[in-house]
């Protein structure tokens, strides 16, 4: 049976799926409404939760209508309202019965069996006393002994820069998992699910972690999910430089280490990119109260764009998105798209006049040490630049599988 098959009668009584509902941070005459494994979250008229509330009841359409009716004096057509519930794919059942649950789209995927019980104690008093504890310790490590400071040559530990570039990849991909485990952490610390994965960011190949179900909790419990990967990063670059100022470690191991801690330290300015979805952008868009920072950000530049060449265009005039924005969001996003268009535009051209002639420069310089190797050159060269093929030549692959997979509809040949 199809959703749109469904009709909600008078005398009609629906199961709801559960549902987080909560006060709006900002306005006191609207509630949050949502599934927090679907990540659908939509924001209501308060009476609307006590619509829910009866509705979860098992009270019928009909006697839900004449309870707001009497108690609140709004005539509301509650088997309308059921309908949008059901778009939305809030209610499990309708008169027994069961509808169709979009159960491919639930983002609590991951690491299921962690519960808030498991993890709420990372976030207590005594462990951020102990973060701070040890960052203060090795900030006036470094500040007494400067030579711990992470410097670019700590990158090529090895005079074999393929073993350099696979082993400092290892050591990204351990800063990067645990930085999304403890965005993991923080939202089930919230009772919220979350699911880590792949995805892009203009040409960056990045693993972000999905927290869409944290617009379940109010704003300022949200900080905590966002912060906790930064957090986790300064807490690796600190202990890093303190074992290394104090243990006496073998040479390699010394190297080893400043690679690690300079490879945590490098992935910390990618988070203040704001002109993309960073964890510092989420900051932002809370600070600021905008639902959509990004997406509304990047409606309003594709509009000054469409104005810009309105002139050798045939199609109609493009329409301002944010109008129908709230006054303080309409400004913040108008702002915030000016970052948004300079800081894509920046980032890209850096990339395609330096980044990429490096890439492909260094895969080039690489295939000629392997082509020599076969031919008398020096095994060694060869074999630690097929590693370097390996290793940048994968991340780039898998960048391009990951772009198609998130754009398949760009892929897609329209039917006639």
Same mark, same amino acid.
């Given at each position: 049976?199809?959703?749109?098959?469904?009709?909600?009668?008078?005398?009609?009584?629906?199961? #709801?799926?559960?549902? =987080?509902?909560?006060?709006?941070?900002?306005?006191?005459?609207?509630?949050?409404?949502?599934?927090?494994? !679907?990540?659908?979250?939509?924001?209501?008229?308060?009476?609307?939760?006590?619509?829910?509330?009866?509705?979860?009841?098992?009270?019928?359409?009909?006697?839900?209508?004449?309870?707001?009716?009497?108690?609140?004096?709004?005539?509301?057509?509650?088997?309308?309202?059921?309908?949008?519930?059901?778009?939305?794919?809030?209610?499990?059942?309708?008169?027994?019965?069961?509808?169709?649950?979009?159960?491919?789209?639930?983002?609590?995927?991951?690491?299921?069996?962690?519960?808030?019980?498991?993890?709420?104690?990372?976030?207590?008093?005594?462990?951020? /006393?102990?973060?701070? =504890?040890?960052?203060?310790?090795?900030?006036?490590?470094?500040?007494?002994?400067?030579? !711990?400071?992470?410097?670019?040559?700590?990158?090529?530990?090895?005079?074999?820069?393929?073993?350099?570039? !696979?082993?400092?990849?290892?050591?990204?991909?351990?800063?990067?998992?645990?930085?999304?485990?403890?965005? /993991?952490?923080?939202?089930?610390?919230?009772?919220?699910?979350?699911?880590?994965?792949?995805?892009?960011?203009?040409?960056?190949?990045?693993?972000?972690?999905?927290?869409?179900?944290?617009?379940?909790?109010?704003?300022?419990?949200?900080?905590?999910? *966002?912060?906790?990967?930064?957090?986790?990063?300064?807490?690796?670059?600190?202990?890093?430089?303190?074992?290394?100022?104090?243990?006496?470690?073998?040479? @390699?191991?010394?190297?080893?280490?400043?690679?690690?801690?300079?490879?945590?330290?490098?992935? /910390?300015?990618?988070?203040?990119?704001? *002109?993309?979805?960073?964890?510092? *952008?989420?900051?932002?868009?809370?600070? /600021?109260?905008?639902?959509?920072?990004?997406?509304?950000?990047?409606? *309003?530049?594709?509009?000054?764009?469409?104005?810009?060449?309105?002139?050798?265009?045939?199609?109609?005039?493009?329409?301002?998105?944010?109008?129908?924005?709230?006054?303080?969001?309409?400004?913040?996003?108008?702002?915030?798209?000016?970052?948004?268009?300079?800081?894509?535009?920046?980032?890209?051209?850096?990339?395609?006049?330096?980044?990429?002639?490096?890439?492909?420069?260094? #895969?080039?310089?690489? @295939?000629?040490?392997?082509?020599?190797?076969?031919?008398?050159?020096?095994?060694?060269?060869?074999?630690?630049?097929?590693?370097?093929?390996?290793?940048?030549?994968?991340?780039?692959?898998?960048?391009?599988?990951?772009?198609?997979?998130?754009?398949?509809?760009?892929?897609?040949?329209?039917?006639?």
């Amino acid at each position: 049976m199809s959703v749109q098959a469904v009709e909600i009668s008078p005398g009609s009584i629906v199961r #709801l799926h559960p549902l =987080v509902l909560r006060p709006d941070d900002d306005d006191p005459d609207a509630i949050i409404v949502g599934r927090p494994d !679907l990540g659908e979250f939509v924001e209501l008229p308060s009476v609307c939760g006590e619509v829910i509330r009866l509705l979860g009841e098992g009270q019928r359409v009909e006697d839900v209508e004449v309870a707001i009716a009497s108690e609140h004096d709004v005539e509301l057509d509650v088997a309308g309202f059921v309908e949008s519930l059901v778009d939305l794919a809030f209610v499990a059942d309708v008169d027994g019965r069961p509808l169709p649950d979009p159960e491919s789209a639930a983002v609590g995927g991951h690491f299921t069996g962690v519960t808030e019980r498991h993890v709420r104690w990372v976030f207590t008093r005594p462990m951020k /006393l102990l973060w701070l =504890v040890i960052v203060a310790a090795a900030s006036m490590t470094v500040l007494t002994r400067p030579d !711990l400071f992470p410097r670019h040559q700590d990158f090529f530990w090895s005079d074999y820069a393929g073993l350099s570039v !696979l082993v400092n990849t290892a050591f990204f991909s351990v800063v990067a998992s645990i930085h999304e485990m403890m965005h /993991l952490i923080a939202a089930r610390s919230l009772g919220a699910p979350a699911r880590i994965g792949f995805s892009t960011r203009l040409h960056y190949l990045v693993v972000q972690t999905d927290v869409t179900a944290i617009w379940g909790v109010p704003r300022r419990h949200r900080y905590r999910v *966002y912060l906790a990967g930064m957090a986790s990063d300064v807490f690796l670059i600190a202990t890093m430089s303190l074992v290394v100022a104090y243990l006496p470690l073998p040479d @390699l191991t010394v190297a080893l280490l400043r690679a690690f801690t300079l490879t945590a330290l490098l992935s /910390l300015p990618l988070q203040a990119q704001i *002109y993309m979805r960073t964890d510092l *952008y989420f900051v932002l868009r809370d600070l /600021l109260r905008c639902k959509d920072l990004f997406g509304d950000g990047l409606g *309003y530049v594709r509009y000054l764009l469409a104005r810009a060449t309105a002139p050798f265009r045939t199609h109609p005039p493009a329409t301002d998105p944010t109008v129908e924005l709230a006054a303080h969001e309409r400004r913040a996003v108008r702002i915030y798209a000016l970052a948004l268009g300079l800081g894509s535009s920046i980032t890209l051209t850096v990339f395609a006049f330096y980044g990429a002639p490096i890439v492909i420069s260094g #895969l080039a310089h690489a @295939l000629t040490a392997i082509w020599r190797g076969f031919h008398g050159g020096s095994t060694l060269a060869a074999a630690d630049a097929a590693v370097l093929i390996l290793v940048e030549g994968g991340i780039q692959v898998l960048f391009l599988v990951t772009f198609i997979r998130k754009r398949r509809h760009w892929f897609r040949r329209p039917r006639s």
